[in-house]
């Protein structure tokens, strides 16, 4: 197969959701049908069950969320998958946000009962700005939830989304019979038995054909005609152009833990979905098909496997291959690396691959060189951009619970921040480290990880901080920034990259500052021109 032929065939995608609206068994449900796994695990009971395949980290298996993004890859009808499963808790979103940068498409997944959440909206906005083409699931339906159409308009206002539907319910909850597919023209009834791998679908064009009423009854099939009438009427045909650029959204429906309806979304899915993008780079478009190699590191991972301290970078493929053993250009320290055994994923199974393509993740093992944001290229200096460091909202003293093992502690919380799990800030005045973090539950997490994966304990005190803002003076000889520095002396920190940044104990004293000295630039991210 040709290189242009490869890169066609890939498609690489996130799941996102607010938690709890069936993102992770969705994901299970997908691999199933790509013959990756013979038995999908439940993710909620997983004490009695197996655990789902992409929850592999201990702590997700004990509280049944998902806390950090899993790559996992098929081949499902000569199409090569690549799904990126975020974290739905809005704790863990700067690990979702930074994983939108990776993706060429997304399935948002809503549930029928709640309808769009909170974090749904943060997520799709991102998608937004972006014009990542979206397809949405609404998930559930063997449960009593809202009418179809009114979901249909929550997703239209709330999102700013121009929806169109691909498929109907028939039916919700108790009297849920199945689902019309649209897209295929067929009917795909419901047997409410999730141990069955994929539904019987029988070929309907035509629901006029008086058959309707001995599949499916002639309440549900009056019903089905009324609203399939509306969905003609109200919601414009599916254009595929316009998906691709971001501009229309189909909607399918179906019953992720039952198996159904998931089978009519990776169909239409592998279809429509666009293979891997150009990306902007700072210095230029760099296009799939270029046939020199460039990438860029999302995410960084410690520990996938206890017994082996070891690290992986995960990478995106932007352009050209990405051959084992083969040197290339480490951007930022301006150095050549090689890597002997680049991973492909199976969320914690791994295999080494020669090869990779425009859309693969390969995690390159790592002894410290990779940061979140780096570039990899043949020669080319490129610097990819969007993979930002967001202002924390959290924040405590980290102190060491164990003096014997200071050694282990710092290097756990070393590796941790290296991952993007929080961010480590230390204090100017008296060299005190600081965590800050998007979300309070993370700092269980790493609580728990250094325990776990790196043998030490640490204890928190509480740090009344407000934001923390990257410093950007005019002229770091100024006068200005002197003052800045010597009157704010007890607020600043340096974060890990070397920046400077001013921890603001309040709105009201971050208003003060930026009055009064407005040369000096406060930045809520840690990329900024």
């Avoid at 979702?96 to 943060?122: C, H, N, P, W, Y």
């Avoid at 319910?169 to 409410?192: A, Q, R, T, V």
């Avoid at 109200?234 to 429906?253: R, S």
């Amino acid at each position: 197969m040709d290189f242009q032929e490869e890169i066609f065939r890939r498609r690489t995608f996130g799941i996102i959701s607010h938690p709890d609206a069936g993102k992770t068994t969705l994901t299970e449900k997908l691999l199933l049908f790509g013959g990756a796994i013979q038995e999908a695990g439940a993710v909620k009971n997983n004490k009695i069950k197996k655990a789902a395949t992409s929850d592999f980290m201990e702590i997700e298996r004990q509280r049944g969320i998902s806390v950090a993004t899993s790559v996992l890859a098929f081949i499902y009808k000569d199409k090569k998958i690549n799904i990126l499963d975020t974290p739905g808790h809005k704790d863990f979103a700067e690990d979702t946000f930074r994983t939108l940068t990776a993706v060429d498409s997304v399935i948002v997944v809503i549930d029928v009962a709640k309808g769009v959440e909170e974090q749904t909206e943060k997520l799709v906005e991102v998608c937004r700005m972006r014009n990542i083409p979206i397809i949405v699931f609404i998930n559930k339906l063997d449960r009593e939830g809202k009418d179809a159409f009114d979901l249909l308009d929550e997703v239209e206002q709330k999102l700013g989304l121009s929806v169109t539907p691909l498929s109907f319910p028939i039916g919700m909850g108790y009297d849920f019979k199945g689902i019309y597919n649209i897209y295929e023209k067929n009917i795909n009834l419901f047997s409410g038995d999730s141990k069955k791998d994929i539904e019987d679908t029988i070929a309907f064009d035509d629901v006029s054909n008086p058959e309707l009423e001995t599949i499916i009854g002639l309440e549900a099939a009056e019903a089905l005609r009324e609203n399939l009438e509306l969905v003609e009427g109200v919601y414009p045909a599916f254009d595929k152009e316009k998906y691709l650029g971001g501009h229309q959204q189909p909607v399918f429906f179906g019953s992720a833990l039952n198996n159904f309806g998931v089978r009519e979304l990776l169909d239409c899915f592998i279809n429509i979905a666009p293979s891997p993008k150009p990306k902007m780079a700072d210095e230029r478009l760099v296009e799939a098909n270029e046939k020199n190699f460039s990438g860029f590191v999302f995410k960084i991972h410690a520990n996938m496997d206890p017994k082996h301290r070891d690290r992986l970078a995960f990478v995106k493929i932007v352009s050209g291959t990405f051959e084992r053993n083969k040197p290339y250009l480490h951007v930022r320290l301006n150095k050549k690396v090689k890597f002997s055994s680049p991973n492909a994923f199976f969320a914690e199974k791994k295999e080494i691959v020669d090869i990779s393509y425009p859309g693969d993740i390969v995690g390159l093992h790592d002894t410290g060189n990779f940061k979140i944001g780096d570039s990899l290229t043949e020669n080319e200096i490129l610097h990819y951009k969007g993979i930002p460091s967001f202002s924390p909202e959290h924040f405590r003293y980290i102190n060491n619970a164990d003096p014997m093992k200071s050694k282990q502690l710092y290097k756990g919380i070393d590796q941790l921040m290296d991952e993007g799990v929080a961010q480590l800030f230390t204090l100017e005045l008296n060299g005190r480290k600081v965590i800050g973090t998007v979300g309070a539950l993370q700092f269980e997490v790493i609580q728990y990880r250094l325990e776990h994966e790196y043998g030490a304990k640490c204890s928190y005190e509480n740090f009344p901080v407000h934001k923390a803002c990257w410093v950007q003076p005019e002229e770091l000889q100024s006068e200005e920034f002197k003052e800045f520095k010597r009157v704010k002396q007890k607020f600043l920190a340096i974060d890990k990259r070397g920046q400077l940044v001013f921890l603001a104990d309040s709105q009201f004293s971050l208003q003060m500052t930026q009055q009064k000295y407005p040369s000096v630039q406060l930045h809520f991210t840690s990329e900024f021109e």
